[in-house]
């Protein structure tokens, strides 16, 4: 039985001891509680997902922890073969299908979790994101938005009907900023009826999955191979009195055209798509065919964020102007702990609804979103660089670019100070 860990491996890579217990025979032993404790093992260090990457002769084990990708210890190549197959059993795909990737879904400890399998040179890789629905998302002051950012953004949703758009790449906070907001605006509007307790908001969602369980809310998820889609859902949305929508995101040209339309006929939508910043949302809708005029008058203000590590509080230390941290047990050595967001929020002011109808430029239309008060993502992030939120390696790291310079001292400093993890 010894042989399960008779793969020589370094110190800091050999299996959790009460991981072994679970690993005998390493020929047939039961592969459900082995799941399960990986499963435990990433939530309990907070990780998104889990990676089992098949090397030459062994397999790493890796957690994705505050979005970076992290090696944690590697298991035997016999171990991984057998795994991946109780996997495969566990999420209902073909077990013996190896030369073509799969996708499937499994509840493991109150957790949804998505398997995605595809072949490699050295053996099936395997990816399990974690989606681990929780009451509700974190109240929008302690998402890591300033003051000044959380006042802009009630304004722009505080409205009666419009379009409000969230843009960034996938795992950058879009849907919690979202969602966190419509929660402020049924708080906002029940407190001008004081507090009415019979006051109730029709909210209906349309998510891929559903990640926040609001007890308000009526949310439904998406099974695109069964016909329920986004559009498809869209169209039976509008026929239940909703007030507030949320669609988790754009992805096609009748899916663009409905939100856009939702928007425009006395409802409050909000909804996602994917572009590189603010201004680039005007484009993108336009390609999908949105008509400008519709979208000029719709659309009330967009939001585009990243999310960037916080500097670790036990071990983050001054570095001339600025702090770096050294990594402690805490933090697990990684010198971070926890995620804040980085937002380029957008007004959508007279000017700008005037280069929408006109389809201007990108470059335009960003000159003109910067002359309407829009910061961009590298001066938000500057300015939580010189606050000793987090680094400028780990904005470097996020948002790139030739971002190594201090943050500057004007137009940056308007934010007031104050942000927590996410």
Known sequence: MVCVLSLQLESDDLIPEDLQKHLIPPDSFDTRPVVAYLVRFALAHGASDIHLSPMPDRVEVALRIDGVLRHQFDIPVEIHRRLVVGLKNQAKLVSYKRSTPQDGAMQVEGCDVRIATSPTMHGERVVARLLFQVSEPKNLSNLGFTTRELKTLESLVDRPQGLFLATGPAGSGKTTTLVSLMIRLVEMRKARLSNDASYRSSVVTLEDPVEYVVPYFHQTSIHAKSGMTFSEGLRSILRQDPELILVGE??????????????????????????????????????????????????????????????????????????????????????????????????????????????????????????????????????RVKEGLTSKAEVLRVIGGSRDRPPEKSGVAAHPPGSTAL
């Open 250 to 383: 754009i992805r096609d040209r009748e899916t663009a055209q409905a939100v856009v339309q939702a928007g425009l006929s006395g409802h409050v939508v909000f909804s996602s798509l994917h572009a590189n910043d603010t201004a680039g949302v005007v484009p993108r809708l336009l390609e999908l065919g949105v008509e400008p005029y519709q979208l000029s008058a719709a659309l009330s203000g967009i939001v585009c964020q990243r999310l960037v590590r916080l500097l670790c509080g036990e071990c983050k230390v001054p570095d001339g102007e600025f702090f770096e941290s050294r990594g402690c047990p805490k933090c697990l050595g990684s010198g971070y702990l926890g995620r804040a967001a980085v937002p380029e929020i957008l007004k959508v002011t007279e000017e700008f609804q005037d280069l929408i109808l006109q389809r201007a430029s990108l470059k335009l239309l960003r000159r003109q979103a910067q002359a309407g008060g829009t910061l961009s993502l590298e001066e938000s992030a500057q300015y």
